[in-house]
């Protein structure tokens, strides 16, 4: 499982780190009883052509004995690109533009850039509901919302972030602030949000 966290770092500031990463300990998800940290390994995220190597440390819990990884915000559950880029470039398609325009200024794959697209078209309702809902638990309202799914999907984003930043003074875009509440799922390949029932 993976426990999100939230970092005010950027992608090469975070790897720049290295071992020298300070993580905050969290508690077990499952039984409420501190972690310990039980080893790390290193992901990649690809900043435009480079690709840079983040150390993510592991928690476990001696009572139940589960592991968690501790993944920071700015990136999403089995994605290579961080949630920023992939943010960005579905706003900017849901505005108009097209996948192979962005792949091209952002030096990817148009599959790549079509895929994200395709994601969060299909699952724009899902992650509407759950969005809102954090917002309206966190204590703002909620506007009229655009017509369209995916710009719905977007507005719900926002509202969100907004909610957590007023509600707990973090800083960070939309799109990472949002993938936290997500549990590192807004963007993720193949698993849903943590609000979906097994």
Sequence with gaps: M???????????EYAAAGEDLEVPRPDC???????VFWGSYDRPVRIGTIELRLRIRRAMCKSCCS??????D????????????I?????????????????????????TVRDWRRRLASRARLLSAGLLAATVALGDLVGLL????????????TAAAHACRRRFAINGSDWTVA??????????????PPWIAA
Excluded at 94 to 106: E, F, L, N, V
Excluded at 146 to 157: D, M, R, S, W
Excluded at 179 to 192: E, I, K, P, Q, Y
């Design 2 to 12: 993976t426990i999100v966290w939230h970092t005010d770092m950027t992608a090469r």
């Design 29 to 35: 998800p499952d039984c409420v009883r501190a972690m």
């Design 67 to 72: 592991s968690h990884a501790l993944l920071p």
């Design 74 to 85: 700015l990136v999403a559950v089995g994605r290579l690109d961080p949630v920023e880029v």
């Design 87 to 111: 943010g960005e470039a579905v706003a900017e398609m849901a505005s108009g533009a097209t996948a192979g325009a962005i792949a091209r200024r952002i030096s990817l794959p148009y599959t």
């Design 146 to 157: 655009p017509v369209g799914e995916v710009l719905a999907a977007i507005c719900a984003v």
């Design 179 to 192: 993938n936290l509440v997500a549990g590192g799922h807004l963007f993720s390949a193949n698993t849903d």
